[in-house]
């Protein structure tokens, strides 16, 4: 590294002070060494004694133009959805594309003035700033009520672990509604609110969306900026729209995609004009006739999507009869193999504890060019301490170890060997979609399953055994960056109670911005058909 400056007007740091730094890395520095470096250390001690104070970069929001009230703790958070309620809305809207819908956050997204628990009590943060999305739904003319309730540190597929309590499933009190975004999907299901945000790094849109009964859609990697929302692993991390129909899919997302000069996820340019309207396109659809509708569309039966280990056999034959109904609109169904599908879920195991355990746990995004949110990474050591990790749900403390584990005993080696393997995973998808225009699958193996007993404390094998295998046809597409739309069409038995009858979903997933060609897909099926009569 290269020196910019000598002089050291600040204090000097010492040798005694250096050495137990350098033995704790197992070096041992000679006394001329130690001397040297002492003066360069001093030296970049002093240059960051001198750095001015970030507050005056940060996108704070003008709280005239943006006023927030009402922000309270709610004593009925219905049924565990809720974790905080607030009024906001912007006095003077830029267009009115979502005039009046009322919208929850997810509460790992940054609204200043309002806590962001991110679904646990590990730390106390309320932010400063707003997250870009929020001020987008604002500007047009979108009014915020409050954050959804989220799991444990956005890292269960099952809504047993927010800190402000289990979230239930919409159609059947003691069941899942899904994770990690599980206060959004029931929200939105039971109609509290019009629009939710949910994040999805592992199907955490997608999940609690099949779980409710509503569309969510994991937007292709950088549609949509992530600025101002706490981060699981940025390589994998999506922000998107979760509605009760897929016209509202489209507003919501038209509302918030593209670049906001924050987010390095983003391209540098491409996004604008026709690449970020979505409502026009649904809408001239949805004015064809029915068996019309899909003329011209090639869906792909993605083989390996029907082929998870444990999957229910109830979800297989509902989604199957679904994607027949596409043939009677139109499209041409096909089946496809992408036999790398298969491997996929292993290779984000492997490659989310490193990157996953840093940046979403200890708050240490380095090496991005983004916005850091420096005031709860102060709040988190290099470390977690005792209470810190005792604060964590199962699988954020399960991902934690795992981080441990790695960086001891293979350092960087096991991260970088997963993501050039997923390289291929992904190129085995693009090739799949230049013969189809969608690939088409279930999106959860299984129906939503029943939550353990409040405070039962059963242990992390146990509760995550629950869920075996739910993201196998979720996660792939996290890692891909293609997007992925899940659609409600129909209900089918609870595997612990066949007398419970539980959503399930049909997964879409398209070329990557060509977030339209999911939207168009959905929105004729569902003009077509009624999921909750099937």
């Not at 069941?175 to 299901?189: D, F, I, K, P, Q």
């Not at 918030?256 to 996004?271: E, N, V, Y």
Request: with cysteine; glycine share 10%; proline share 8%.
């Amino acid at each position: 590294m290269s020196v910019v400056q000598l002089a050291t007007p600040g204090r000097r740091v010492t040798e005694d002070e250096l050495r137990p730094v350098a033995a704790k890395a197992g070096l041992k520095l000679s006394e001329p060494l130690l001397e040297n470096y002492s003066t360069l250390i001093s030296a970049l001690d002093a240059a960051i004694a001198s750095l001015p104070d970030d507050k005056g970069v940060l996108p704070r929001p003008d709280l005239t133009k943006y006023p927030r009230t009402d922000i309270h703790i709610p004593e009925d958070n219905e049924l565990g959805a809720w974790a905080t309620k607030v009024t906001a809305r912007c006095t003077s809207p830029t267009s009115d594309l979502l005039k009046g819908r009322t919208v929850a956050l997810k509460d790992n997204m940054a609204f200043a003035g309002v806590r962001c628990t991110n679904g646990t009590s590990m730390v106390d943060w309320v932010p400063e700033i707003d997250a870009t999305v929020a001020t987008r739904v604002m500007d047009a003319g979108a009014i915020i009520v409050g954050k959804a309730a989220c799991e444990n540190s956005c890292l269960e597929g099952m809504s047993g672990t927010a800190v402000t309590g289990q979230v239930h499933n919409p159609y059947a009190k003691g069941y899942s509604a899904g994770g990690s975004s599980s206060g959004s999907g029931r929200l939105v299901a039971t109609g509290s609110v019009d629009l939710a945000f949910g994040c999805d790094q592992g199907g955490s849109i997608r999940i609690p969306a099949s779980s409710c009964g509503i569309v969510g859609l994991k937007p292709t990697w950088g549609l949509v900026p992530y600025t101002g929302i706490l981060s699981l692993d940025a390589t994998i991390d999506h922000v998107g729209p979760m509605t009760k129909n897929v016209r509202d899919c489209a507003l919501f997302l038209e509302a918030i995609a593209g670049p906001d000069g924050w987010d390095d996820r983003q391209p540098p340019f491409g996004l604008e004009g026709d690449r970020v309207k979505f409502v026009a396109p649904v809408d001239a659809l949805l004015a064809k006739e029915s068996s019309t509708m899909l003329e011209g569309v090639k869906i792909g039966v993605l083989a390996e999507g029907f082929e998870i280990p444990g999957q229910d056999p109830n979800v297989v034959e509902s989604v199957k009869s679904a994607i027949e109904g596409f043939k009677s609109l139109g499209a041409e169904v096909a089946p496809i193999s992408v036999p790398l599908h298969k491997e996929a879920p292993l290779l984000w195991t492997c490659a989310l504890p490193l990157s996953g355990g840093r940046q979403s746990l200890l708050g240490d995004m380095d090496g991005r060019k983004q916005l850091y949110l420096t005031d709860r990474a102060e709040l988190v050591g290099p470390r977690l301490t005792q209470a810190q990790f005792d604060a964590l749900g199962p699988g954020a403390s399960n991902m934690y170890m795992g981080y441990l584990w790695i960086q001891e005993k293979y350092g960087a080696k096991v991260q970088g060997k997963a993501m050039n393997l997923l390289k291929a995973t992904s190129d085995a998808y693009d090739k799949a979609l230049k013969e189809f225009d969608v690939l088409v699958m279930p999106t959860l193996p299984y129906p939503p399953p029943r939550l353990p007993e409040p405070e039962s404390n059963e242990g992390p094998l146990n509760f995550l055994t629950r869920t075996i295998g739910l993201v196998a046809n979720t996660c792939p597409f996290d890692n891909s960056g293609h997007p992925a739309l899940s659609l409600p069409v129909g209900f089918v038995p609870a595997r612990e109670d066949p007398n419970v009858k539980l959503p399930t979903a049909v997964q879409i997933v398209g070329r990557k911005y060509a977030d339209v060609d999911c939207l168009r897909v959905a929105a004729a099926w569902e003009k077509a058909f009624d999921w909750k009569t099937l």
